[in-house]
């Protein structure tokens, strides 16, 4: 039996909310954050006490100064870079907190650095990488969508942004975070 395609995207329109709503009955594993490392990364125990670097699936954030000479740069793509960067890591904080420092992860992968990547969840279900993307604090990171679950959230957040000219999008000065790496 062949199904017309106004049926099957109702049906795959039907999954998807089954699926995103389901996130709240489905039990995961609470962690506590002891840092915000900068807009996508965080520091969490796990109930054993283990320290867990944790890398944001989905995004990249604008980078933070790591240094004196970074933080006093007089070079204004650095400082416009490092501008942004300190919002997110500032926007992390506050979501964190109004969480209570608790955290649901669903790690996907592991990077180069040894972090683990995974979508970081506030115990309420709010996906902190869709608000990131939803407020142009942080950029979908292409070569991570392929270990993303909620790609196309984050994907569609990011496009709202951009299309409302909220955050990073709102600066045309601003150099996307991997831009700006690759020029260090």
Not at 14 to 20: D, N, R, T
Not at 39 to 55: E, L, M, N, P, S
Not at 89 to 118: E, H, M, N, P
Request: with cysteine.
């Amino acid at each position: 039996m062949k199904l017309p395609v106004r049926s099957l995207l109702f049906i795959c329109a039907i999954i998807l909310l089954l699926g995103l709503s389901a996130w709240h009955l489905i039990p995961h594993a609470q962690y506590t954050v002891l840092k915000v490392s900068d807009g996508d990364t965080i520091t969490v125990t796990d109930t054993k006490g283990a320290k867990i670097h944790v890398r944001f699936a989905c995004v990249d954030a604008p980078e933070i100064p790591h240094s004196n000479q970074e933080k006093y740069t007089k070079n204004k793509i650095a400082r416009n870079q490092f501008n942004w960067g300190m919002k997110a890591q500032q926007r992390v904080q506050q979501l964190i907190d109004q969480g209570g420092d608790r955290v649901a992860l669903k790690i996907t992968d592991s990077d180069r650095y040894g972090r683990q990547i995974g979508e970081v969840r506030l115990a309420d279900g709010t996906l902190i990488q869709e608000v990131l993307a939803r407020e142009g604090l942080a950029l979908v990171y292409r070569p991570y969508l392929k270990n993303c679950p909620s790609a196309t959230a984050v994907e569609q957040a990011e496009a709202k942004a951009k299309s409302q000219r909220t955050g990073v999008w709102s600066d045309a000065r601003f150099v996307e975070p991997w831009q700006y790496r690759s020029r260090k």
